[in-house]
């Protein structure tokens, strides 16, 4: 089935879950009213639905190559991301002056999903260099901003960053890539990085990488780490290109999923580089690029269990198996309903928590108030790990449905799985958003949590008298989740991070049972019996995690390197 991006699904949660209009009363946002938004809602679905859905197979069954030491990307990508940059879509986040349409970071959470459920490969690339158009407007100097930042928002230049090395993966402060000053002010940057997504490609003039590189005598760890923008072909002007860069890539990564997207192997030769803003304050600068990324790959994970539940579905309404009743389609069978209903449930949960991320993080740059920085700050890992944790169950879930033609390629839910299965994994694993949850997120004593708490209590009132029941289980599991929060705080680290992710697991079963429970109280029947599932089925899994965040780490610091021979 051709994937079809859920517009008015994405237009119910803005308006009735996540309430998106405390964005568009601010002063900042005002433009971004509710004729806009829905406007951009349709606009971006018609773009995933028609442009870049198509690229999906295309890229699984050809992928990128490097010929020559030029990387050709898949048959129809070159059109369907010329589509992406000619509307404008880049840009949708970024500041007016360079060319950017300064809409919220919540609308463009939602176009980053649909781009994900049509093709996850090719919607990795726009999303990169929306990261770095970021860190470039936050910390690089004038000249470096009117010079590459136009490019970088119409798209005909792109952005990566640059962390990882051979012995430097989760480890940051272990690379060895070094800069040294030329004396014009320029830096030459040598090294080579690995797992760099689009790290070329035939779709732009240009490639522009963000690359950490420690300085000379600077100090081991990630302290001593600087930023340099680093372009493949260095700039004359603000924007007419020169002669080549040093640098090249070496080779491409042979991947589980995602064969339409360039991942390479990078080699850096004293190329030339900037310094993106102070020496040896790398780290707070590509932190602004990850930090975006993670929320932005958290929308992934949830594009992808959309796509994949979509298929599913349309699977299961044509596929004739036993004696189901009815048609005899398996989607009437209970297992399949239940696999199907658990797709469509931890999808839309996921969707919410990202979308909620997403409005502190605007409500936080509109009113500059630390209570909303501090839920974004709070709500990034949970919206990043949950998202695709979500992301990859459902894709399993979808091949289960499609029974044993879900293992046979020619259907394509496999590839679901395969593609979505990285992102997990990068941009930060899963288990160190979990660390960084229950350590720097709870630094505070808890209070950004408590906070967050209260709020899904007192809304829970509003809807008890309506939702009983259901109102009464989110409540309790809210109730618990603050519990457990007291406890944690006054836990050391040890007891903190054998913990952790159940913490975040349990967090994210909350909000989900309190988005479920007012997407529910409009009184529309199809929600009410999702939310009911949800709320049943689902919820109560915050028990088992929170007991296992009570045990401590005892049991784990009992077990030994030898225990596993």
């Given at each position: 089935?051709?994937?079809?991006?859920?517009?008015s699904?994405?237009?119910?949660?803005?308006?009735?879950?996540?309430?998106f209009?405390?964005v568009?009363?601010?002063?900042?946002?005002?433009?971004?009213?509710?004729?806009?938004?829905?406007?951009?809602l349709?606009?971006?679905g018609?773009?995933a639905?028609?442009a870049i859905?198509?690229?999906?197979?295309?890229?699984?069954?050809?992928p990128?190559?490097?010929?020559?030491?030029?990387?050709?990307?898949?048959?129809?990508?070159i059109?369907?991301?010329r589509?992406?940059?000619?509307?404008?879509?880049?840009?949708?986040?970024?500041?007016?002056?360079?060319?950017?349409m300064?809409?919220?970071?919540?609308?463009?959470?939602?176009?980053?999903?649909?781009?994900?459920?049509?093709?996850?490969?090719?919607?990795?690339?726009?999303?990169?260099?929306?990261?770095?158009?970021?860190?470039?407007?936050?910390h690089?100097?004038?000249?470096?901003?009117?010079?590459?930042?136009?490019?970088?928002?119409?798209?005909?230049w792109?952005?990566?960053?640059n962390?990882?090395?051979?012995?430097?993966?989760s480890?940051?402060?272990?690379?060895?890539?070094?800069?040294?000053?030329?004396?014009?002010?320029?830096?030459?940057v040598?090294?080579?990085?690995?797992?760099?997504?689009?790290?070329?490609?035939?779709?732009?003039e240009n490639?522009?990488?963000?690359?950490?590189?420690?300085?000379?005598?600077?100090?081991?760890?990630?302290?001593?780490?600087?930023?340099?923008?680093?372009?493949?072909?260095?700039?004359?002007?603000?924007?007419?290109?020169?002669?080549?860069?040093?640098?090249?890539?070496?080779?491409l990564?042979?991947?589980?999923?995602?064969?339409?997207?360039p991942t390479?192997?990078?080699?850096y030769?004293?190329?030339?580089?900037?310094l993106?803003?102070?020496?040896?304050?790398?780290?707070?600068?590509?932190?602004?690029?990850?930090?975006?990324?993670?929320?932005?790959?958290?929308?992934?994970?949830?594009?992808?269990?959309?796509?994949a539940?979509?298929?599913?579905?349309?699977f299961?309404?044509?596929?004739?198996?036993?004696?189901?009743?009815?048609?005899?389609?398996?989607?009437?069978?209970?297992?399949?309903?239940?696999?199907?209903a658990?797709?469509?449930?931890?999808?839309?949960?996921a969707?919410?928590?990202?979308?909620?991320?997403?409005?502190?993080?605007?409500?936080g740059?509109?009113?500059?108030?630390?209570?909303?920085?501090?839920?974004?700050?709070?709500?990034?890992?949970?919206?990043?790990?949950?998202?695709t944790?979500?992301?990859?169950?459902?894709?399993?879930?979808?091949i289960?449905?499609?029974?044993?033609?879900?293992?046979?390629?020619?259907?394509?839910?496999?590839?679901?799985?395969?593609?979505?299965?990285v992102?997990?994994?990068?941009e930060?694993?899963?288990?160190?958003?979990?660390?960084?949850?229950?350590?720097?997120?709870?630094?505070?004593?808890?209070?950004?949590?408590?906070?967050?708490?209260?709020?899904?209590?007192?809304?829970?009132?509003?809807?008890?008298?309506?939702?009983?029941?259901?109102?009464?289980?989110v409540?309790?599991?809210?109730?618990?989740?603050?519990?457990?929060?007291?406890?944690?705080?006054?836990?050391?680290?040890?007891?903190?991070?054998?913990?952790?992710?159940?913490?975040?697991?349990?967090?994210?079963?909350v909000?989900?049972?309190?988005?479920?429970?007012?997407?529910?109280?409009?009184?529309?029947?199809?929600?009410?019996?999702?939310?009911?599932?949800?709320?049943?089925?689902?919820?109560?899994?915050?028990?088992?995690?929170?007991a296992?965040?009570?045990?401590?780490?005892?049991d784990?610091?009992?077990?030994?390197p030898?225990?596993?021979a």
């Amino acid at each position: 089935m051709p994937y079809r991006a859920p517009t008015s699904e994405l237009a119910h949660c803005l308006d009735d879950v996540v309430d998106f209009g405390q964005v568009q009363g601010t002063e900042r946002f005002g433009e971004a009213t509710q004729d806009v938004a829905l406007a951009i809602l349709d606009e971006a679905g018609k773009l995933a639905n028609d442009a870049i859905a198509p690229a999906q197979r295309q890229g699984d069954l050809h992928p990128v190559r490097l010929e020559n030491g030029v990387v050709r990307t898949s048959p129809g990508y070159i059109d369907a991301y010329r589509a992406i940059a000619e509307g404008g879509w880049v840009g949708l986040p970024a500041a007016s002056e360079y060319g950017g349409m300064g809409l919220p970071q919540t609308l463009n959470t939602a176009v980053t999903e649909f781009l994900s459920g049509a093709c996850l490969a090719l919607a990795i690339k726009p999303l990169l260099s929306q990261g770095q158009i970021e860190a470039l407007e936050a910390h690089a100097s004038e000249e470096l901003r009117a010079t590459y930042l136009p490019k970088l928002v119409a798209g005909t230049w792109s952005g990566t960053m640059n962390l990882t090395e051979p012995q430097a993966g989760s480890d940051v402060g272990a690379l060895r890539a070094t800069a040294e000053p030329k004396g014009d002010g320029s830096w030459a940057v040598t090294g080579q990085k690995i797992y760099i997504s689009w790290g070329d490609s035939d779709l732009v003039e240009n490639v522009c990488h963000l690359v950490l590189a420690r300085t000379p005598g600077a100090p081991a760890g990630t302290k001593g780490i600087s930023l340099f923008l680093v372009p493949k072909i260095l700039p004359i002007g603000h924007g007419a290109l020169g002669p080549a860069n040093n640098l090249k890539v070496v080779s491409l990564e042979e991947k589980l999923g995602l064969h339409g997207s360039p991942t390479a192997v990078m080699s850096y030769e004293g190329a030339s580089g900037w310094l993106v803003g102070e020496e040896m304050g790398g780290m707070a600068a590509m932190f602004t690029m990850m930090n975006s990324a993670r929320l932005g790959v958290g929308a992934q994970g949830v594009g992808v269990a959309e796509a994949a539940t979509q298929h599913a579905v349309a699977f299961a309404r044509e596929r004739r198996q036993g004696k189901a009743g009815g048609t005899g389609a398996i989607i009437e069978h209970p297992d399949v309903k239940r696999m199907l209903a658990t797709m469509k449930a931890e999808t839309f949960a996921a969707r919410s928590i990202a979308l909620a991320c997403a409005v502190a993080i605007d409500m936080g740059h509109a009113t500059e108030s630390e209570a909303w920085r501090a839920r974004a700050a709070l709500l990034t890992p949970i919206a990043k790990a949950f998202g695709t944790d979500v992301g990859c169950r459902v894709a399993d879930l979808g091949i289960q449905v499609h029974g044993g033609m879900g293992y046979v390629e020619e259907t394509g839910a496999a590839q679901f799985f395969r593609d979505v299965r990285v992102c997990a994994i990068y941009e930060g694993t899963n288990g160190i958003q979990a660390i960084d949850l229950v350590s720097r997120k709870l630094a505070d004593g808890g209070e950004a949590a408590y906070r967050l708490i209260d709020e899904i209590e007192a809304d829970v009132e509003k809807i008890r008298d309506v939702m009983p029941e259901a109102a009464q289980a989110v409540w309790g599991a809210a109730e618990t989740l603050r519990e457990v929060t007291e406890w944690l705080v006054e836990e050391k680290m040890e007891a903190r991070l054998s913990g952790a992710h159940s913490y975040l697991m349990a967090f994210a079963r909350v909000l989900g049972g309190w988005y479920h429970l007012k997407s529910a109280f409009g009184g529309d029947p199809a929600r009410r019996a999702v939310s009911d599932f949800y709320i049943g089925r689902l919820l109560p899994e915050h028990e088992a995690h929170i007991a296992a965040i009570r045990i401590g780490g005892a049991d784990l610091q009992a077990i030994t390197p030898d225990h596993f021979a």
